[in-house]
């Protein structure tokens, strides 16, 4: 059987306790069973770059290859070309991005150490999967050096379409180098759609069929993979005991309140604010539910160097500390705001004592939370999940109650319409949801992702890049 070798900026902690994510456990198994390894950034800046900082370590099966990026690595493709261009770009966001010639020749760089180090580790019949925005240059770096391998890539986040990915300086270079992988993997249909479109522009590309292009002499196949997460684990979490959220539990059940919940990183992708503003929406229209809908915000610190994300930070202090003066009462305040990390453990406790899940993101690849919280619900009880028509999620997930973020009076009238859903209703809606995540889930996934990249016809030629 061919080895599995994974690469993405970090790897997962594999010599740690408990992975975290439904991403890193799914992909951990699978290299497990092929006795894999996983290549990325160990998290460490230092700064000069060293040939020996590259390591090597195994973990159950699992071989696991770190190096450290220096600081200007870090602030030149990591935070500079990969989350002040790539990020807000492909999130739509062109009014956020910040093209800088240094950002792009460091992301190309980096892209170009990877492939160094990764390299001599390759054995001829690896199966080599990319994952994500920041490392779309790696199959261009490792042909360069004559490997012949099956690559793939994944993209966790939207595609968005032809004329914002156009307005990226050098967007045809990024297509070239999307061009070398053999299999190019999207979150949804309409990321892989929009990916087509922006090929069709292009003379040089012809459609073989819907999903396999030719480009000069290589066959490329493009497809979308949702991601699912591991259902059964979340659910398990979400079910241990603990007295503190059952004491509050029973504290909201003879108050007559319940709780609305929202749990992202701190990213101007996700819509905090918005949704800060269609929940005081809610209180402003429904004034029989104050007093009585709590909304807990956990807010993931996150990309703190980049000015876009503390500006967020500044504008969801304002708006909850604004909602909460005017509408909190001596023992209810309707606005919770944690800006800190919690435990995994934790936020599935308290996603399962929620009535509401709220996810709302203006644009978002997939979206973990989602699943997470459908996962964490009681099938007796459950609660009603509100998510973007923007989130890649709501593709599959059309029992949620779908909303437009950006509509305030929209998503405040589901607010309503779910704090008084029949149970029946609840039920038959999570149910179905329930029954979608649990097909669709981690380990599906990464199966029909691999398969697809086994199952692809082998480029024997490089071709000659412009
Ligand atoms: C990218 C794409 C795509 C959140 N707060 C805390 C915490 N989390 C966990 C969640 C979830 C994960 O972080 C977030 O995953 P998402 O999918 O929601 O979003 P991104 O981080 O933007 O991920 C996204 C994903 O890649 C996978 O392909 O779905 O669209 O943007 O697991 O539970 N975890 C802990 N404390 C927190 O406070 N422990």
């Not at 809610?282 to 007093?291: A, H, K, N, V």
Request: hydrophobic share 40%.
């Amino acid at each position: 059987m061919e080895r599995l070798v994974v690469v993405s900026n970090r790897t997962a902690d594999l010599g740690g306790k408990t992975l975290s994510g439904g991403l890193a456990v799914g992909i951990v198994d699978a290299l497990k069973s092929s006795g894999g390894m996983w290549m990325g950034w160990n998290g460490d800046i230092v700064d000069k770059s060293r040939s020996m900082d590259a390591r090597v370590e195994t973990y159950d099966n699992v071989a696991s290859l770190t190096m450290p990026l220096t600081k200007e690595e870090h602030n030149n493709y990591y935070l500079g070309f990969a989350n002040k261009v790539l990020w807000p770009t492909f999130h739509y966001r062109l009014d956020l991005m910040d093209y800088r010639t240094e950002f792009a020749r460091s992301y190309a760089r980096v892209n170009g150490k990877f492939a160094d180090i990764l390299h001599p580790h390759l054995r001829d019949d690896d199966l080599v999967w990319v994952h994500d925005y920041h490392l779309i240059p790696l199959a261009s770096e490792l042909r360069a050096k004559g490997c012949n391998h099956k690559i793939g890539f994944f993209l966790h986040i939207p595609f968005p379409p032809s004329d914002i990915f156009s307005a990226i300086p050098r967007h045809q270079w990024l297509r070239e180098c999307l061009l070398q992988f053999d299999l190019i993997g999207f979150q949804t249909q309409n990321d892989a759609d929009n990916f087509c479109r922006y090929l069709k522009g292009n003379s040089d590309v012809k459609f073989l069929s819907p999903d396999r292009i030719r480009w000069h002499d290589r066959t490329i196949k493009i497809g979308h993979f949702p991601i699912g997460i591991d259902v059964d684990q979340f659910a398990a979490m979400a079910q241990e005991t603990d007295e503190e959220i059952q004491l509050e539990r029973k504290r909201r059940s003879l108050l007559k309140r319940f709780q609305v919940i929202s749990a992202d990183r701190l990213d101007y992708s996700k819509g905090l604010p918005q949704r800060m503003k269609a929940f005081r929406k809610f209180l402003d229209t429904s004034p029989e539910y104050r007093g009585h809908a709590e909304y807990l915000q956990v807010a993931s610190p996150s990309r703190e160097d980049v000015t876009a994300y503390s500006d967020i930070r500044g504008e969801l202090e304002q708006l909850s500390g604004a909602v909460n003066g005017k509408h909190a009462d001596i023992n209810w305040a309707p606005i919770q705001y944690i800006n800190q990390s919690i435990s995994r453990e934790r936020l599935a406790l308290l996603f399962r004592c929620s009535l509401i899940g709220l996810i709302t993101p203006l644009r978002d690849g997939m979206n973990l939370v989602a699943k997470e919280y459908i996962a964490a619900q009681d099938d007796e009880d459950p609660g009603i999940l509100i998510l973007s028509r923007f989130a890649g999620a709501a593709e599959e997930l059309g029992d949620a109650l779908i909303v437009n973020p950006y509509d305030v009076n929209e998503v405040a009238q589901a607010i309503k319409k779910a704090a008084t859903m029949p149970m029946d209703e609840r039920k038959a809606r999570h149910r179905n949801l329930f029954s979608q995540i649990s097909t669709n889930n981690a380990d599906l996934w990464q199966r029909r992702y691999v398969a697809a990249l086994r199952s692809v016809e082998p480029n024997v030629q490089r071709a000659q890049l412009s």
